[in-house]
């Protein structure tokens, strides 16, 4: 097992260096006396261990961690510390254990043990399913079993769905406050949020996934780890399709048909409905590119495919139903610009009761003056 150790004061280090070498079955990879220099080489030195000293100076042992779980959290994190005051916030960072200054070696040693106990539960995390994370249309999360994935409440559920919204970076408790319990009392809502977190928790560990749910503080942190998340694999879907041609459309044409539903359409959630607009959006653009290229060449049935699979996606678009209108006005069909016309004119009153546009009636007085 791999350790560094960090610690300003050198004598202390060492002291901490002798003792483990005396109770044996840890390889120390590292030591620094500055918790800046640490980080920078975590990475070449892929620690199992971080003992870390939390007085220290500009960067302390507690952010130290934060840090540490941010580059990875398979790094255990041990405390050394002078204050007891401080276990229990390195339990809130998720640390493994705690160990009080001047170092009893008995104490260290019992720390030892449960480092080498954790051992096969991270051999079993890493044989653990991937689990994949599903927001298109619901939350859903498919885990290799057939009972589904069970949340002990509702606002278990949507603390999870708005932490993997904002997964891989830090999410503030007092927003998380705000979205969730606005109107109940400060202390109240901190209570509440602590044991939905704790419900959270336990539904993944009763799992078996490898999902992180972590506390840093004033923030939590969530880490799908190798987990697969359905809007962010449909997103790099596009980033891997190759240029728009005829050649390829076919694959552009199957990443659009790919698209899960709108993103958690089957919940009320007021924060999701940007994520909703802006996944729209980047579908409703790349449509409208393979229509443009179809139309620009003159390949007429592939134009209005495009723009039938576009109506299903937005039946209430008027931006749509005057491109439509346009193309079959440019290709001499104004009986059908006429109907079409007609529908948003329909559509529009039935939906909004309002009429079309100033620009699209102006248009359609010119197309249809005859």
């Known amino acids: 097992m791999k350790a560094i150790l960090v610690d300003d004061e050198g004598l202390a280090l060492k002291d901490l260096e002798r003792q483990l070498e005396k109770i044996g079955g840890i390889e120390i990879v590292g030591k ?14 892929r620690p199992d261990v971080a003992f870390l000293d939390i007085d220290m100076p500009e960067i302390s042992g507690l952010e130290a961690a934060e840090r540490i779980h941010k580059i990875s959290d398979e790094i255990e994190i041990v405390f050394v510390t002078a204050y007891h005051e401080y276990a229990i916030k390195a339990f809130e960072l998720a640390a493994l254990d705690y160990v009080l200054k001047p170092i009893n070696a008995g104490r260290l040693a019992h720390t030892i043990s449960r480092l080498k106990q954790r051992t096969p539960s991270r051999e079993r995390e890493n044989e653990a399913p991937v689990a994949t994370v599903s ?25 999870f769905a708005y932490m993997v919204y904002k997964r891989n970076q830090p999410v503030r408790k007092d927003i998380l ?41 004033s923030d939590y942190y969530l880490d799908l780890g190798n987990n697969r998340y359905d809007v962010q694999e449909w997103e790099n879907g596009r980033l891997a399709l190759p240029e728009l041609s005829p050649e390829t459309a076919a694959e552009h044409l199957s990443w659009l048909q790919s698209y899960g539903g709108d993103y958690l359409s089957e919940t ?23 229509s443009e290229m179809w139309r620009t060449l003159g390949y007429r049935r592939e134009t209005l495919e495009t723009y039938e699979m576009m109506e299903q996606k937005f039946p209430f678009s008027e931006e749509l139903y005057f491109m439509i209108m346009q193309f079959h006005a440019d ?21 909004y009761d309002i009429v079309p546009s100033l620009a699209v009636r102006q248009w359609a007085d010119v197309a249809f003056r005859h």
């Open 32 to 45: 620094f006396q500055n918790a800046a220099d640490a980080l920078r080489r975590i990475g070449e030195l």
């Open 268 to 290: 009320d959630y007021a924060w999701a409905e940007n994520e909703r607009k802006r996944l729209r959006d980047i579908w409703y653009k790349h449509a409208h590119a393979v």
């Open 177 to 217: 406050l705000d979205l969730l319990w606005p109107d109940t009392e400060y202390k109240k809502a901190f209570t509440q949020l602590y044991t939905t977190v704790y419900q959270i928790r336990k539904s993944i560990e009763a799992a078996g996934l490898t999902i992180r749910l972590t506390n840093s503080g």
């Open 135 to 159: 927001c298109f249309r619901r939350l859903n999360i498919e885990y290799g079993k057939a009972e589904p994935f069970s949340w002990r409440t509702v606002r278990a559920q949507e603390l």
């Open 331 to 351: 290709n001499g069909d104004l009986g059908m610009a006429k109907l079409k016309y007609d529908q948003l004119r329909s559509m529009l009153k039935e939906e």
